[in-house]
């Protein structure tokens, strides 16, 4: 929602703009310039990446309107998942969760966490993780490593969206420089026998393809790539809580300090303190601005994409 406010601010304070000195927002009405600038990215964008990209820039833009994105609550369901599963596996050793990380929807595991269940990358990320703990015969080094080689590949999957719109943004104001070009083509091509004031207003229409093309690039496709590469880091920080809380049980520390590892990756605007974090996994604590309406029932940004 946040995007479409900013969207409208700079659209308003350009016609604002222009209206104070002296134009008339008529004049920079031209449907042809913008159907040359706006449908040529958008064909050169769709020519330039795969279908699954383009289905992910979808997603990704919805998940932006709909303000699906981790928040505080939802980084501390997910420590205290983590938290619960570590444990268990202290308690019971390794072999109590084979069956439910082949259950399909993480079993046990995830009972109480729909939210996170929901999210089928992080749960299938989890599972893995946990998978290899339990067949496997890494040291913390291979784990730790293997992870990271993971993380990667994710960082760079879900950025792509991100990338592609970036990438349309910066061609948008070569496209209205062509918008332009067009336009003084048909004006050259109809000045024998044009008096002045029609000349003008043609060299004016084609100016108004370049300026279409800036403001569109600047103004709403790049800060719409940042806000798309912002969603996604919130994203990958979900999963690199994973990593670091089971990197450290590997290492052998206990259940409670593998969670203070992973609680110090988060930023300082969702992470909650040590306190409030201790008192939740005693199971102690309130929850902190729960979520109401349809937000309540929502899963993070990653679950947008579970059926990608």
């Known amino acids: 929602m946040i995007q479409i406010i900013g969207s409208v601010v700079v659209l308003a304070c350009v016609a604002l703009g222009f209206v104070i000195e002296g134009g008339k927002l008529l004049a920079l009405w031209h449907p042809a310039e913008f159907i040359i600038i706006v449908g040529a990215a958008l064909g050169a964008f769709v020519t330039s990446n795969p279908i699954k990209v383009l289905k992910a820039t979808i997603a990704d833009l919805v998940a932006l309107v709909r303000q699906e994105r981790y928040e505080h609550d939802d980084y501390v369901s997910l420590l205290?998942?983590?938290?619960?599963?570590?444990?268990?596996?202290?308690?019971?050793?390794?072999?109590?969760?084979?069956?439910?990380?082949?259950?399909?929807?993480?079993?046990?595991?995830?009972?109480?966490?729909?939210?996170?269940?929901?999210?089928?990358?992080?749960?299938?990320?989890?599972?893995?993780?946990?998978?290899?703990?339990?067949?496997?015969?890494?040291?913390?080094?291979?784990?730790?490593?293997?992870?990271?080689?993971?993380?990667?590949?994710?960082?760079?999957?879900?950025h792509e969206p991100s990338h592609a719109v970036q990438r349309l943004a910066d061609s948008l104001p070569g496209f209205g420089i062509v918008a332009a070009v067009l336009g003084i083509v048909n004006t050259m091509a109809s000045i024998q026998g044009a008096d002045t004031s029609t000349i003008g207003a043609r060299v004016a229409s084609a100016l108004v393809g370049t300026f279409l093309g800036i403001l569109v690039s600047y103004g709403f496709a790049g800060p719409?790539?940042?806000?798309?590469?912002?969603?996604?880091?919130?994203?990958?920080?979900?999963?690199?809580?994973?990593?670091?809380?089971?990197?450290?049980?590997?290492?052998?520390y206990v259940p409670a300090m593998a969670i203070e590892f992973s609680r110090k990756l988060l930023f300082s605007d969702v992470r909650p303190s040590f306190a409030d974090l201790e008192a939740q996994l005693k199971g102690k604590g309130k929850p902190s601005a729960a979520k109401t309406g349809a937000a309540a029932s929502a899963a993070p940004a990653g679950a947008a994409k579970a059926s990608g």
């Open 80 to 158: 205290k998942l983590l938290y619960d599963i570590l444990v268990k596996i202290r308690k019971e050793g390794l072999m109590a969760i084979e069956s439910d990380i082949d259950s399909p929807n993480g079993g046990q595991l995830f009972k109480k966490y729909p939210q996170i269940a929901q999210d089928h990358h992080l749960r299938q990320f989890i599972t893995d993780s946990l998978r290899l703990m339990v067949t496997g015969n890494l040291d913390p080094h291979e784990f730790e490593s293997l992870l990271d080689e993971e993380l990667e590949t994710f960082h760079q999957e879900i």
């Open 224 to 252: 719409l790539a940042a806000a798309m590469a912002h969603a996604a880091n919130d994203e990958a920080k979900a999963f690199e809580l994973v990593k670091m809380a089971l990197v450290a049980n590997v290492r052998g």
